[in-house]
């Protein structure tokens, strides 16, 4: 027996498929069980009528490795899927296709499906009607169908900002390894689950290629509601977007990229990180505290500034770094006033636990007499116009980024944000309310930007309400340590000045003479 092929599970979906079932079983190639350690999983979702005896009936005349699940409580289309996946998973196959029972899909092609998993280049492969220009209208699609997919498709292209010639096929293949990190068993048991589960695809950054399949329409049942299915399919690709760009949060599209990963710069536009940049003049000194891989601290280097980093992470690349310190919030950072110009708390403040500890701590380090080093924030408006929307309509969902992200511990307004510097011995120089970062939702586009510029125009009407983050600049005031400290050593320069005063003083006067020394 040859163990060395890929594991692979045809798992056929299956509901009053009574009259197709064998048809579709036999219509698998027996290339699939000489090239792959190849399986067929039919599970039955309690159907009423022989499906399932049909599927034992052939598992037993064939000499191919068929197994047959029925479902005793109806699972729906996306339930039976959660089944299958489930399975495949726990078996150790490395790849999985998709098959209906109904005869809509031809078993046939599931070899051109399974030729991107194997090579590498893909993570998901659909089978798509569409790409063959006219194909799925000579196939036998309604044309009412064929308009819907269209519309659909084009919409959560636009949305998602994807590029699927379709949505809306069931004719799939999995690489098991990535269902592994989708949380699929969230989604929905009904039609729209093949939706769900291709946004998590895209979220979990798998890699997705489509081929063309043949297209066939026969006196198969339909058991799609297509209004419902539309309406589903767009609420969850409208809810995945407000998910990504942090003002809904959903379990099923809380998912993890592979790799290091961390906030992405926002340039090009008025956001946080262009007013940041631009408040650091060239040649400065810098210490970033809370700076992440470094990516906004390479572009200060590209001004001429001196960088410094913190941060509990190690970043791949510390080469542009002066020097770099492991920190976190209970490991004391000692800097000094006189290594630094700038020092940058960047969508840091939020993150910690005791905010006022570590501001005080960091005012002590600095020993600052003369408000220097300049000292850059920036942090969320927790009153934002959106956030506020929200919790009137009673939400108050934190999500992986922005305003309330699941990391943060304390929420600011700009009076919040003004008090605490301020009460830690801190001056406020400068306050500014930042926008939206609408280029990152929707791409940096004329439409993005134009949004920017409103938004800007309506922070002038009202900073609290429109400003979706705060940026400050504030300086360091004198602790009283520092005082008494600049106090004593002002003692002993004072007193040396005035002995030297005394000296020189004593130096000009003219010497008195003694009475013998007079001359007569």
């Given at each position: 027996?040859?163990?060395?092929?890929?594991?692979?599970?045809?798992?056929?979906?299956?509901?009053?498929?009574?009259?197709?079932?064998?048809?579709?079983?036999?219509?698998?190639?027996?290339?699939?069980?000489?090239?792959?350690?190849?399986?067929?999983?039919?599970?039955?979702?309690?159907?009423?009528?022989?499906?399932?005896?049909?599927?034992?009936?052939?598992?037993?005349?064939?000499?191919?490795?068929?197994?047959?699940?029925?479902?005793?409580?109806?699972?729906?289309?996306?339930?039976?899927?959660?089944?299958?996946?489930?399975?495949?998973?726990?078996?150790?196959?490395?790849?999985?296709?998709?098959?209906?029972?109904?005869?809509?899909?031809a078993p046939e092609s599931i070899p051109?499906?399974?030729?991107?998993?194997?090579?590498?280049?893909?993570?998901?492969?659909?089978?798509?009607?569409?790409?063959?220009?006219?194909?799925?209208?000579?196939?036998?699609?309604?044309?009412?169908?064929?308009?819907?997919?269209?519309?659909?498709?084009?919409?959560?292209?636009?949305?998602?900002?994807?590029?699927?010639?379709?949505?809306?096929?069931?004719?799939?293949?999995?690489?098991?390894?990535?269902?592994?990190?989708?949380?699929?068993?969230?989604?929905?048991?009904?039609?729209?689950?093949?939706?769900?589960?291709?946004?998590?695809?895209?979220?979990?950054?798998?890699?997705?290629?489509?081929?063309?399949?043949?297209?066939?329409?026969?006196?198969?049942?339909?058991?799609?509601?297509?209004?419902?299915?539309?309406?589903?399919?767009?609420?969850?690709?409208?809810?995945?977007?407000?998910?990504?760009?942090?003002?809904?949060?959903?379990?099923?599209?809380?998912?993890?990229?592979?790799?290091?990963?961390?906030?992405?710069?926002?340039?090009?536009?008025?956001?946080?990180?262009?007013?940041?940049?631009?408040?650091?003049?060239?040649?400065?000194?810098?210490?970033?505290?809370?700076?992440?891989?470094?990516?906004?601290?390479?572009?200060?280097?590209?001004?001429?500034?001196?960088?410094?980093?913190?941060?509990?992470?190690?970043?791949?690349?510390?080469?542009?770094?002066?020097?770099?310190?492991?920190?976190?919030?209970?490991?004391?950072?000692?800097?000094?006033?006189?290594?630094?110009?700038?020092?940058?708390?960047?969508?840091?403040?939020?993150?910690?636990?005791?905010?006022?500890?570590?501001?005080?701590?960091?005012?002590?380090?600095?020993?600052?007499?003369?408000?220097?080093?300049?000292?850059?924030?920036?942090?969320?408006?927790?009153?934002?116009?959106?956030?506020?929307?929200?919790?009137?309509?009673?939400?108050?969902?934190?999500?992986?980024?922005?305003?309330?992200?699941?990391?943060?511990?304390?929420?600011?307004?700009?009076?919040?944000?003004?008090?605490?510097?301020?009460?830690?011995?801190?001056?406020?120089?400068?306050?500014?309310?930042?926008?939206?970062?609408?280029?990152?939702?929707?791409?940096l586009n004329a439409f993005s930007r134009?949004?920017?510029?409103?938004?800007?125009?309506?922070?002038?009407?009202?900073?609290?309400?429109?400003?979706?983050?705060?940026?400050?600049?504030?300086?360091?005031?004198?602790?009283?340590?520092?005082?008494?400290?600049?106090?004593?050593?002002?003692?002993?320069?004072?007193?040396?000045?005035?002995?030297?005063?005394?000296?020189?003083?004593?130096?000009?006067?003219?010497?008195?003479?003694s009475a013998s020394e007079t001359p007569?």
């Amino acid at each position: 027996m040859i163990t060395n092929r890929p594991r692979v599970l045809v798992f056929v979906v299956a509901y009053e498929a009574e009259s197709t079932l064998q048809v579709v079983l036999d219509r698998i190639p027996g290339s699939m069980f000489e090239r792959f350690d190849a399986e067929v999983l039919v599970i039955d979702d309690s159907s009423s009528d022989r499906t399932f005896e049909v599927g034992v009936s052939s598992a037993a005349a064939s000499s191919r490795p068929i197994t047959v699940f029925f479902n005793r409580t109806n699972q729906g289309y996306g339930g039976n899927q959660k089944l299958g996946y489930q399975y495949a998973l726990r078996n150790g196959f490395d790849f999985v296709v998709l098959l209906h029972g109904d005869g809509q899909y031809a078993p046939e092609s599931i070899p051109d499906l399974l030729d991107p998993l194997v090579s590498g280049a893909a993570d998901a492969v659909f089978g798509s009607r569409m790409l063959t220009r006219g194909a799925a209208r000579q196939g036998g699609m309604p044309l009412y169908k064929f308009v819907g997919n269209k519309i659909l498709t084009r919409l959560q292209n636009a949305l998602l900002q994807s590029n699927l010639s379709e949505f809306h096929s069931g004719f799939r293949a999995y690489r098991v390894s990535a269902l592994g990190r989708l949380p699929f068993q969230f989604n929905t048991n009904n039609f729209h689950f093949d939706t769900e589960i291709i946004i998590q695809l895209m979220l979990a950054g798998c890699r997705i290629a489509e081929v063309s399949i043949p297209t066939y329409y026969g006196d198969e049942i339909c058991r799609v509601n297509g209004m419902l299915y539309a309406k589903n399919v767009m609420v969850a690709t409208l809810i995945s977007r407000l998910h990504r760009l942090n003002l809904l949060y959903d379990r099923k599209f809380d998912i993890e990229r592979s790799g290091n990963t961390h906030y992405a710069l926002k340039l090009g536009y008025d956001s946080s990180h262009t007013a940041a940049l631009g408040a650091v003049p060239p040649g400065a000194r810098v210490m970033d505290i809370g700076c992440g891989p470094g990516s906004f601290d390479r572009l200060l280097v590209e001004k001429g500034c001196i960088v410094s980093g913190a941060d509990q992470f190690l970043p791949g690349d510390q080469s542009f770094f002066k020097d770099f310190v492991v920190w976190n919030e209970q490991v004391p950072l000692e800097i000094s006033s006189r290594d630094y110009d700038y020092v940058l708390l960047l969508d840091i403040i939020e993150h910690l636990k005791h905010p006022e500890a570590f501001l005080d701590r960091l005012r002590r380090s600095l020993g600052s007499l003369d408000g220097r080093p300049k000292i850059i924030v920036t942090t969320g408006n927790v009153v934002f116009l959106i956030v506020r929307l929200q919790a009137l309509l009673g939400n108050f969902n934190y999500g992986k980024q922005g305003i309330l992200d699941l990391t943060h511990t304390r929420l600011y307004t700009f009076g919040t944000l003004r008090k605490l510097f301020e009460q830690c011995g801190f001056v406020v120089e400068e306050v500014r309310g930042i926008p939206a970062p609408f280029p990152a939702a929707l791409g940096l586009n004329a439409f993005s930007r134009f949004l920017v510029r409103v938004n800007r125009l309506l922070i002038r009407l009202s900073r609290g309400l429109f400003s979706y983050q705060i940026f400050m600049r504030v300086a360091p005031t004198p602790t009283v340590d520092a005082l008494l400290e600049d106090s004593m050593a002002g003692s002993i320069t004072k007193g040396n000045e005035a002995r030297r005063g005394q000296q020189e003083e004593h130096l000009r006067r003219p010497a008195v003479r003694s009475a013998s020394e007079t001359p007569v």
